[in-house]
């Protein structure tokens, strides 16, 4: 199971990644740098927030894990 922090770190890396994109698309759309920046930075805060709960209701789900078997020696 992932710690708190690590899901928050994992969500901050890949935000960081995709709120480059956001902001590159809404300034080649609008021409607008301040614009981009609001809308880029709105929309990395929520999908943090967003991907945190995703994570902490995945792990509390035991469906699909394989759990590995302990052997004695």
């Known amino acids: 199971m992932d ?3 690590r899901s928050v770190v994992k969500g901050v890396s890949w935000r960081i990644v995709a709120t ?13 740098l301040t614009v981009a920046a609001l809308l880029g930075g709105a929309d ?4 943090i927030l967003l ?3 995703h994570e902490r209701i ?5 469906w699909g894990r394989i759990i590995p078997s302990v052997s004695s020696p």
């Open 20 to 32: 480059i994109v956001t902001t590159t698309v809404v300034f080649v759309y609008t021409g607008e």
């Open 3 to 5: 710690s708190h922090l």
């Open 58 to 62: 995945w792990q509390r789900i035991r």
């Open 51 to 53: 991907y945190w709960v």
């Open 44 to 47: 990395a805060l929520t999908k």
